[in-house]
């Protein structure tokens, strides 16, 4: 069966996100340079001046770099088809993370962040994230897609009524796929449109995304929030039946999905299901990381150096807060509702189902010469003749998709983005 997490549109710019953010840096950087009396400082203000002899060994310096991927290509360890687009995504890796280092350098050595000239430098990081964070969610997307199309297709696995769980499917891809509103829109490119236009207002009414009042940030912002946000629109649906598949709400609860505590995946059938909810885990953290970057760094630029009572106007307090405060806020609440819908959400079914597991064989073990301990891959049905397992290895079986100590590792990452600005509270 069928089943695309991310359709038209969307997907094909979510596949090529390399090139999106290619374009959008092109565009973000050359602005300063091309606009006359804009505000906004080009990187040509930040890079140092070469002339006479200077000027022709950095030159040299650079002709050097094709000449070296020349050798490699020439004796196969890097196959010369591949070298333009990762040259692409890695020059504009490198670019980007230089980027990111200046910013960090300018507020270092500025006396406060208020001080540091605008300069479209400083919105390296916002495209550096929406880089390495599309790449991810991409390969996500893929991954979730065979996830939930292979959990339908294993016989004799967690999954007892197939029919059932492709009806499932086929519900899912529906709201997913979503009906356009009055024929015209799909749901989610209008909620990614508002919410995108939403915080538009809230720039326009402050400093813009970077607080550089920089009007072609302002636009590159916009569309490329707009894009991300219908992609987390479709995210919010797969949660909500995903939900609904693990506490086995009256409309899919004749799928039969069950915990197996001998599975040879060695977590009860779950591991896939927890592996998907790492990656996604996993591109979370990354956006968390971006959030005091963003705090400190492009936040600074309208924070008043004598401190919150800087601020005069009531209303810039407010739109300060709600473009530097409220994301860090909404990523606390964010990763929180991620970790009880996902990996709290899968051992609770499991440990419920082991419970249920163990009434039905409590009080009728006896036949000890069948007993026997489970091998990686029995089933629980299996032990039926022999009134069940042993019991110490049932005892022992998973109740958590994953590695209990990696996940909590994982999970605890989250808290990292928003321990810095606690921390700096007090320094």
Sequence with gaps: MQFQFVSGLPRQLLRHVPLLVLLSTIVMFAGPELIPGSDVAGLSALLPQFNGSNAALFGLFLAIVPVLLWLLTNVDVIEIREVPSAGAVYGLVSFLGLGILISLFLVATADHPSEVEPNVVLTSGYLLTLLVGGMMLYEATLRIEHLFVAAGERDGDIIDNQEEYRRFLTDLNDAITETPILGLVRPSRL?????????????????????????????????????????????????????????????????????????????????????????????????????????????????????????TDPLVLTIWFISFLGPVMAYAAGAAAWGYYSFWSMHVKMERDKQLLARRFQGERGNWELDRTPSTGDTIDDFEECKGPAWGAFRDAPTWPLDVNKMLSLISGNAVPLLIPVVNLFL
């Excluded at 909500?240 to 995946?265: S, T, V």
């Excluded at 591109?283 to 990381?289: K, R, Y």
């Design 191 to 311: 909620f990614g449109t508002v919410f995108a236009l939403q915080f538009l207002i809230v720039w326009i009414l402050g400093a813009g995304p970077q607080n550089l009042n920089y009007s072609v940030g302002l636009v590159v912002n916009f569309l490329l929030n707009a894009i991300l946000v219908t992609v987390v629109f479709k995210f919010f649906i797969l949660v909500r039946y995903f939900n609904m598949l693990m506490n086995e709400k009256q409309a899919y609860r004749e799928i039969g999905l069950h915990y197996e505590p001998f599975h040879i995946d060695g977590y009860g059938g779950f591991r896939d299901f927890g592996l998907f909810a790492t990656r996604i885990n996993i591109i979370l953290t990354l956006a968390g990381l971006y959030l005091p970057y963003r705090l400190y760094i492009i936040g600074g630029l309208e924070f008043p150096s004598e401190g919150l009572a800087g601020f």
